[in-house]
């Protein structure tokens, strides 16, 4: 019973407590420049925790063998190996959302996150333990890529469009550009982020 | 247009008119981690110049002569400049402790930083692999075009580090309220920023 709750605990922990854009501040990069339209945020998301759910995997099975020296090494080329599958399937399924993600799709290689899963966890824990550590941590970069796509996509352009369909609009108002451009990410992100810190200031009194 | 004035709309645009921190969110991790002391920024700024500079000409030169002309760039060209880059990294280490420990404990702690630092992948997978960049005048680099597009970024990235770990010393002892203290208000100070360099779009026509 125990080990079962842990299980769900390492699943969880990506979530809230050890968000890694909120609370581990890694991979901040990706997710600043994307998540100007909900659209954009599901597919990185989506891509990201792909490469750290098969790395983290793949690193867990093959970490009694590697090396101690050569380890940073060898998780990018794991991670880079994934991140070219990533590369090469959108590019033919997907591509004007290839496209418009650009240079962030390579760049999942040196998204501090995956190779810090990678070090801090999947070379010290189980395979199950690190598949769902990758799991957990994908979701959470994913959840926060959302949040952001929403308040910034409704506030910037008035409207939610998701695979060329309007879902929310806000009706003929004259939204502040500001906020699908680069000034907005920082501005949502940091207040973002203050609102997670009174929310937990509060829960400790 | 003449060769030099390409040169200069180059520089330029990498510099302030496609700023890699403040508009285009590259290598945010060590803005923020970094950026605490003006003496840090500086030795990580110069460190990012060198490594960078080299990770451009060396990722060039394999893609022009190994990669391209045995038609497996498209699949290999990830590994292949991240390995580049991380073993530039270490041979530079390695080089600097041996010819200069002064600058060695002044660049030393950086170094090995670099690797993830997103910034240096990113220039040299826009100035070799065509089709990322969405500077006007892009297309495909010479070698020199690629070095001074990158020398243009690396110092785009140093301008903009140092000029926030001044404010940041600033903000230390500023009265934040209490919810805002450390990242939160970091992050506000730099929408500041980059509110201030979008006044440079569009800047001689880029």
């Not at chain 1, 959470?140 to 469009?161: A, D």
């Not at chain 1, 879902?167 to 451009?181: E, K, S």
């Not at chain 2, 003006?38 to 990722?59: H, N, Q």
Request: hydrophobic fraction near 55%.
């Amino acid at each position: 019973m125990e080990e079962r709750t842990n299980l769900a605990q390492e699943f969880k922990k990506g979530i809230i407590d050890q968000n890694p854009l909120m609370k581990l501040m890694v991979g901040l990069c990706s997710a600043l420049a994307v998540s100007n339209r909900v659209e954009n945020g599901i597919f990185l998301g989506i891509a990201a925790t792909f490469v750290i759910f098969f790395s983290n995997i793949i690193i867990a099975t093959i970490r009694k063998r590697i090396p101690d020296q050569v380890r940073i090494p060898i998780f990018i080329v794991v991670i880079a190996s994934f991140v070219t599958i990533v590369d090469l399937s959108m590019k033919a399924y997907f591509p004007a959302v290839y496209d418009r993600l650009g240079v962030w799709i390579p760049l999942i290689v040196v998204n501090c996150m995956i190779l810090a899963r990678a070090e801090g966890f999947a070379y010290k824990n189980s395979i199950l333990r690190s598949a769902l550590d990758g799991l957990g941590i994908g979701m959470g970069y994913t959840l926060v890529l959302l949040v952001m796509g929403i308040i910034r996509e409704l506030l910037g352009t008035g409207k939610i469009v998701l695979f060329e369909k309007t879902i929310i609009t806000l009706g003929p108002v004259n939204p502040p550009l500001i906020f699908v451009m680069f000034p907005g990410a920082f501005l949502t992100f940091g207040c973002l982020m203050a609102i997670l810190n009174m929310y937990e200031m509060r829960k400790k009194e | 247009m003449n060769e030099a004035y390409r040169f200069f709309l180059l520089f330029l645009g990498a510099l302030l008119v496609y700023n890699i921190i403040l508009i285009r969110f590259i290598a945010l991790c060590p803005f923020m981690g970094v950026s605490t002391q003006v003496e840090t920024s500086i030795g990580m700024a110069m460190s990012v110049l060198f490594v960078m500079t080299m990770a451009t000409s060396v990722s060039w030169i394999s893609w022009n002569y190994i990669l391209k002309p045995l038609g497996v760039g498209e699949f290999l060209y990830i590994p292949v400049f991240i390995l580049i880059i991380a073993s530039l990294v270490q041979f530079v280490e390695m080089v600097i402790k041996k010819i200069s420990p002064p600058l060695y404990r002044a660049m030393g702690i950086y170094l090995p930083l670099i690797t993830t630092n997103c910034a240096v992948l990113a220039a040299a997978t826009e100035a070799v692999k065509p089709g990322f960049l969405k500077l006007n005048i892009a297309y495909h680099f010479s070698l020199p075009e690629a070095i001074i597009y990158t020398i243009g970024v690396a110092l785009g990235f140093g301008l903009v580090i140092v000029m926030f770990a001044c404010i940041r010393e600033r903000l230390e002892t500023s009265p934040v309220p209490h919810s805002f203290r450390g990242a939160p208000i970091g992050f506000i100070v730099a929408a500041l920023l980059s509110l201030a360099f979008m006044g440079f779009a569009n800047l001689l026509g880029l």
